[in-house]
């Protein structure tokens, strides 16, 4: 199911409900920092199945105990719910190994 691109407004607005995101280059971007590598590796492990379920994968990568992300929909070429649902389940994986 493609979903609908959403306006810089819609996401700036979707944004205050959880600033720990930013929207940069078109795309939602945040950096996840955790006590080292084996925990930024399970963080990706487990929202990597979580991005297969949703058929929804992110852009990212991973520097010692840092995960770098990118969220865009590439089918519409910008950010959709789609990248807030998957932002929201990244959020609350980090905050269980954090």
Same mark, same amino acid.
């Given at each position: 199911?493609?979903?609908?691109?959403?306006?810089?407004?819609?996401?700036?607005?979707?944004?205050?409900? @959880?600033?720990?995101?930013?929207?940069?280059?078109?795309?939602?971007?945040?950096?996840?920092?955790?006590? &080292? +590598? #084996?925990? !930024?590796?399970?963080?990706?492990?487990?929202?990597?199945?979580?991005?297969?379920?949703?058929?929804?994968?992110?852009?990212?990568?991973?520097?010692? @105990?840092?995960?770098?992300?990118?969220?865009?929909?590439?089918?519409?070429?910008?950010?959709?719910?789609? &990248? +807030? #649902?998957? !932002?929201?389940?990244?959020?609350?994986?980090?905050?269980?190994?954090?």
């Amino acid at each position: 199911m493609i979903m609908s691109k959403l306006n810089k407004k819609e996401i700036l607005i979707k944004l205050k409900e @959880n600033n720990s995101w930013s929207y940069e280059d078109s795309m939602l971007k945040r950096i996840f920092v955790f006590s &080292d +590598f #084996i925990d !930024a590796f399970k963080f990706m492990t487990l929202i990597a199945l979580e991005a297969e379920r949703m058929d929804h994968h992110p852009e990212w990568s991973n520097i010692y @105990n840092k995960v770098i992300v990118n969220l865009v929909t590439h089918e519409v070429s910008g950010v959709t719910e789609k &990248d +807030f #649902i998957l !932002a929201k389940s990244m959020d609350k994986v980090a905050n269980i190994i954090l």
